[in-house]
Structure formats: C-alpha cells, structure tokens
C-alpha cells in the first residue's frame, strides 16, 4: 500500500508531515511525490502525487505546491498563475499550454491543480514556461487502466460496509477528528447507495495530519455537507486501530477495510459517484472550498 512514497518514507511518515520536501520528494499532502526538477530558479514544482495513481485515456488531475529551493513548500506569496507544458514520452507536446491558478480557500497551504488529458500510458514531463519558474519540470506516471487496482473514474463504487455510529465495522475509532467526531458516519456507504442520490466518501485520518492536509479537507467537507444536500457525504479512516497499533510510530500499521478495497495507497482522496453508482470524480491529496463546491455541484447536477 505504499506504492506512492518515495523510497525511504512510508505512509505513517507522510501523515506527519510538516509540508517540507525531503530532498525532492514532496512531503506536500498524505501520499507520495514523484521526483522534481529544477533550473537555477530559486522555486521549485513540488508534486502532490505519486506514481501508480493516474490512468490512461482520462483526463487526469494533478496537484502540485511550489517550494523554495530549500524545499519548504511557499504560502501564498507563490505564483498566482503558472503557464505549464506537458511533454509526452516522445518528447513532443500534449496539446496547448495550459494556465493553473493558486487555490487556497479554507486550507493552511496553497497548491495547482493541474487537469490534462493523457491517451496513451508513459512518462509525461510538465515543465513551467515563463515567471520565476521558467524551466522548472515535474514529471508523471500514467498507467494502463488494467494494471491499476485503485477505484477510479468510470468504476462502481463498492457497496462497502463502512464504520457508522452503531456499527464500527472493525475500526476503532470509527473518526479520529478531535474533539469531537464529524458526523460523517450515520450510515455505511452500502446504505448510501441505495438512496439513490450522489454519493462522496472522503478517505482520511484526521489525527495524523491535522495541519498538513487531512483535517483541513475533512473540515471543507463537512461543511460543504449543509450547501449540497443532493449529496450523501460519508468520511472513512485510513487506519483500523489508530491509537493501539504500535507499528504505525514504525511508519507501517493495519489499514481500514475501505481502505483496502479502494485500493488506495495514499490519502486523503474524496471519491463521489453518480446516481448510478458509478464514479464521476476522484479528488486526490488536495482540494480548497470552491475546488469542492465546483465537483459537488456537478455531481449533482
């Protein structure tokens, strides 16, 4: 389930990051970095994704940071606009040059979100073209669909008997939000599906990573819940026994169920199905309150 960390850093050491790149590897959300590159800029792409999370044939979104060339991750004194490329594996560009604005609403960080569409599978480089980071590249993995075991756009969402109030399902404690739990547990996401509206389940552990990203997004989320009431907002952990499990201080520790049937070896994510069940849309590590709100009201559209 690490799949997206760098080599050295495991998931455990992700959730207590301080947003602080580790040699080039982004300590930016709860999941892993791909290598960046860096010009003699004194700003530098700092990705807040790993390999092994995006398919082919999609339109794939990836978030990134700008850090100083020391590697800590800038507030909002980065770049409002970053002109980028995207170069595919033969070196030639993938369509225009795209323009991503700084988010930062409701979050202690700012970050980019950048959305491209891939066809073919390969190793894409995304350079930024003008400003102070003119030259700077990151580069990103897409896979073949087939080889990727993580729910995804265009999948049904697996009627999971996820922890509720009444029923833990094996997970203790079923919300590790301080001081009190959210309210994101009244019902399993199996139940959700059946009321035949939207569904989003958002993946995160609260506890481990308060400042970095998990609790910032939980807290966008629940929120959101009273403004989008056509959807079925549902929260799940990452880990099964946070606070008796001796080996999460060792950077392992036992996974959530619903963790393990997502497939996903990174957090926080906020996965939202359609009426039908199926998944529409997977925002990964991180998202602000009009990010949100935008992906909410197209759910339910």
């Not at 010009?39 to 990705?47: G, N």
Request: aromatic residues 4%; positive net charge; hydrophobic residues 40%.
């Amino acid at each position: 389930m690490s799949a997206l960390l760098p080599p050295g850093l495991s998931r455990r050491h992700f959730l207590a990051g301080s947003g602080v790149v580790a040699g080039a590897a982004v300590i930016g959300a709860c999941g892993g970095g791909k290598k960046a590159t860096t010009t003699s800029s004194k700003y530098v792409l700092a990705p807040f994704f790993g390999s092994g999370q995006f398919a082919a044939g999609s339109t794939i979104r990836a978030p990134f940071g700008v850090s100083d060339d020391q590697g800590s991750l800038l507030p909002n004194t980065s770049p409002p606009k970053i002109d980028l490329v995207v170069f595919g594996p033969d070196n030639k560009q993938v369509g225009r040059t795209l323009t991503v604005t700084r988010r930062s609403k409701g979050l202690p960080r700012p970050y980019y979100p950048l959305e491209v569409a891939i066809a073919t599978q390969g190793i894409y480089t995304v350079r930024a073209k003008g400003g102070v980071l003119d030259g700077n590249s990151m580069s990103i993995e897409v896979s073949d669909p087939k080889d990727l075991g993580l729910i995804r756009p265009g999948l049904p969402l697996p009627p999971l008997q996820t922890p509720t109030v009444t029923d833990p399902h094996g997970v203790n404690p079923i919300c590790t939000r301080t001081p009190t739990m959210c309210p994101l547990h009244d019902v399993t996401l199996a139940q959700a599906l059946t009321e035949g509206k939207p569904v989003g389940l958002i993946v995160s552990t609260p506890h481990f990573c308060k400042v970095a990203i998990c609790g910032p997004v939980l807290e966008l989320v629940i929120a959101a819940a009273a403004r989008h009431p056509g959807i079925k907002l549902l929260h799940a952990e990452v880990y099964a026994d946070p606070y008796n499990d001796p080996d999460i201080s060792r950077g392992g520790g036992r996974l959530s169920p619903t963790l393990n049937a997502l497939g996903l070896p990174f957090e926080p994510a906020l996965i939202i199905a359609g009426r039908d069940g199926k998944v529409t849309q997977r925002l990964d590590s991180i998202w602000d309150a009009d990010e949100l709100d935008a992906a909410l009201t197209k759910a339910t559209a």
